[in-house]
């Protein structure tokens, strides 16, 4: 069966970095996008970062664009995430997601449309 396994998530100050992983296994498709989500107390699931594995389109939330980086391994079958001056807003629980996409090219903002999660991993920023 499909598993995702992330680590990475910590504690960090304001201005900090961390790097998120996610090990895919039992991945049989070979047209997936590979995503990140959020999710803070009180608030929905939202999209971070994706990568797509046919053609390596990204995507990216707003809140994020130019501090997060999104990465893959294809021989290691892992995703990662490079996030850079971390802000307190940042703090939420990060979960690692697939999309099995059939004709698509782009990876979907909407977590509904993932197939695979992660169990996610907690990122805590203080100011």
């Known amino acids: 069966q499909v598993q995702l396994v992330e680590s990475g998530g910590g504690s960090v100050q304001a201005g900090g970095s961390l790097r998120l992983s996610c090990v895919v296994s039992?991945?049989?498709?070979?047209?997936?996008?590979m995503a990140w989500f959020r999710q803070a107390p009180g608030k929905q699931r939202e999209v971070v970062a994706g990568i797509h594995t046919d053609g390596g389109r990204t995507i990216y939330a707003d809140s994020v664009k130019g501090r997060f980086t999104v990465s893959r391994d294809s021989a290691e079958n892992t995703l990662y995430l490079q996030m850079d001056s971390l802000k307190p807003e940042d703090t939420a629980m990060y979960y690692c997601?697939?999309?099995?996409?059939?004709?698509?090219?782009?990876?979907?903002?909407?977590?509904?449309?993932?197939?695979?999660w992660g169990q996610g991993t907690q990122v805590t920023v203080s100011s």
């Open positions: 997601a697939v999309e099995l996409t059939i004709a698509s090219m782009t990876c979907s903002r909407d977590s509904s449309r993932m197939d695979y």
């Open positions: 039992g991945m049989t498709h070979s047209n997936i996008c």
